[in-house]
């Protein structure tokens, strides 16, 4: 006898997205996630297109992301055209890629994870008895949305970033006012860190094969961009190689590939990175992860939830610190002359929710090659095994627990499944 | 009474763009418009304490025609767009609207409009449908009469 239980809508995942899991007499039979992943399809829109057009077209690919598309697309014309940005802008991409971070975890952090274990089904019912928590969520979010404000000019499409640096420039009095609205945002995400330093990491997904991919940061600092890939397994490859080791196939059952490194699932996200860079960190974040080091576990995807948490707090303080580095060069020109040379560039960066991957080939002007790869694409494989582990273990328990149980696993790894619709039914 | 005209959608899915095409129309008129996209929390940094909110967005209906103009207003928005599909993230806009009405009483206290366009085609392309793109006319029109003080 199979019973089949399904998903059909993974509630507060970013898009849309199913689980199915077909259970027999003795035990598991199956389990899929159904997904419908966006991004790889827009690739095709921008092919022939000007180069400066198809960067406007990339963030809007999706609006919670949209600085990280933009800002990993922007690196990658720029290594296409042979142009590498100042200190002094490449700071400025760091602090906007911070507001998408903040933003980003804190929406994820309050608004999707904490209503599963509080007990609520969404954060609109929490609001009665844990109204400071989604004041904070909101709070944090909008300090994110505010920095991209300031120096992506549009909130969502992040115009303002362009192949050279910025149209223009925040005023340094808007810098100052960031910085003061950071530092007033830090006891909240430590609060954050306190908070979700209490939440079960269900022992049920512990996964000692682990594998755990992050960006190896450019400058020594832990953060956002760099030039090499680390594998916790020790192997290291230059970020222009990832076709090689990331290798992508086709799955029955998702339109989204599945990726996978020397044959098996990996994970990429805030867990990933403290796996293979928490020595760089500094500052109270520094503090936190000698702290709480027994929680960011490499072998239990919801350490990923705890790790975003530590971020808030390590990002917030590394803005407050580039801030300085600004206003210490000021007046800074926003944006050299680019010369445009036909070339393929590759850039991948640490987006919330892990590595995202950018190959443009630049010919005559014109995008002639795109290749995208999202984080929730190279997650999609390890939270299939991760969901599997959890039915193996609550297949005999009621289903709505099993069902609960299997949401929270895939939420814990923060995917975005499509971001590209939103249309309301009437 | 001061409006603010929130425009959603996403225009790389073809109708699903109508909202922020009108909005920009609007915008070049003088009217105050957000473009939200998909992310209807970007409301909650924008808003000054308008007393009136004009929504502008797509919806899939099985009932009306593509191209249709569908007005709903107050209480209605929230009856009737209950289910919300494919929406954008983990509340949808509806719910997320919610949620930032209970943190604020003054967009609590604001008068709601929904402007909604049947969509004809939601997949990949930057073009409108025809039908679609016939009704952005009306749905100007609409917004500048339930504007204008």
Redesign the interface.
Known sequence: MYIPITVDHI??????GGIEIVMSDDGVKEVKLNIIEGPR??E??TIGKKLEEALA?YP??C??C?AAHKLTAVEAAEKAVGFTPREEIQDLRDIVYIGDMIESHA?HLY??VLPDYLGYS???SM?DRYRKE??YA?AL??IG??IM?YLAS????QENAVIGGFGKLPTKAQFEELKRELKEALPMAEYTVELFSKLEQYKEVEDKEMVHMAVKPRNGVYGIFGDYVKVSDGFEFPVEDYQKHIVERVVEHSFAKHSFYRGKPFMVGAISRIVNNAHLLYGRAKELYAQYKDLLRYDNCFANNFAQALELVYFIERAIDLIDDTLAKWPIKPRDEVEMKDGRGVSLTEAPRGILAYTIEVRDGKVAYADIITPTAMNLAIMERHVRMMAEKHYNDDPEKLKLLSEMTVRAYDPCI????????? | MESLILALGNELMKDDGVGLKAGRILAQKGYNVIEIGTDIFRLQRHYNGEERLIIIDAILSEEFRPGEVIYLSGEEIFEKLKAEIRSAHFMGAVDGLKLLMALDERLKNAELHFIGVVAKEVELGMELSEEVEKAIPRVVELVEKLAGN
């Open positions: 509630a507060r995942v970013e898009g849309k399809f827009f095709a829109i077209v809007r690919i609006s919670f949209s929406l608004l999707l969404n954060p609109l609001l989604i004041e909101m979010k909008n949305a505010k404000d549009r909130p969502i499409h499509s971001c590209s619709v939103h249309v309301v039914k009437l």
